[in-house]
């Protein structure tokens, strides 16, 4: 299981940039209808591979924004949970530093929206390391989220 600790997101929605620590041991999101509650649980859903919440999309969010392209991006821990590090969330991934950052870049693909994941070590650049890096697609992305937090396929996409 991995805790996310930091949630950013670049043109979701009517949002610009936010930034939100979730380093707390308890998290509340409140405010009254429309200020955003179900956006952010949304781009923590398409962060994570799964699937908004009815009747939106990761293409609506994308869309509203009016820019070419829209991240999301999370910070999540990666410590071990005994003395063996093969017992990291990522160490399938032979990733091995304590944070990792998750990442979706959410782009126009001809006419349509299209969604491309990538993970990174602490330190590694999202931007530069876009290109060089191998991206997944989502129903890739979800299960190798699934595996690193021990979920069953009930969880995941179709």
Same mark, same amino acid.
């Given at each position: ?17 936010? @930034?939100? /620590? ?9 405010? /009254? ?11 923590? $859903? ?36 005994? $003395? ?12 091995? @530093? ?9 782009? $126009?693909? %001809? ?34 989220? %699934? ?12």
């Amino acid at each position: 299981m991995f805790h996310l600790q930091t949630l950013e997101l670049v043109h979701w929605d009517y949002c610009q940039r936010v @930034s939100l /620590p979730l380093d707390a041991s308890i998290i509340t999101i409140a405010g /009254p209808n429309g200020s955003g509650k179900t956006t952010l649980l949304d781009a923590m $859903r398409t962060l994570l591979g799964l699937k908004c919440s009815q009747p939106r999309d990761f293409k609506t969010y994308a869309r509203h924004a009016g820019a070419k392209v829209a991240w999301l991006r999370a910070v999540v821990d990666n410590k071990p949970h005994t $003395r063996q590090s093969s017992s990291r969330p990522f160490a399938r991934r032979l990733l091995y @530093s304590d944070q990792v950052t998750l990442a979706c870049r959410i782009d $126009r693909n %001809g006419g349509d929206w299209q969604r491309r994941y990538i993970w990174l070590w602490k330190g590694m650049s999202v931007l530069s390391s876009w290109v060089s890096a191998p991206t997944k697609s989502c129903k890739s992305w979800a299960w190798r989220l %699934g595996v690193a937090c021990w979920l069953t396929q009930d969880f995941l996409l179709p």
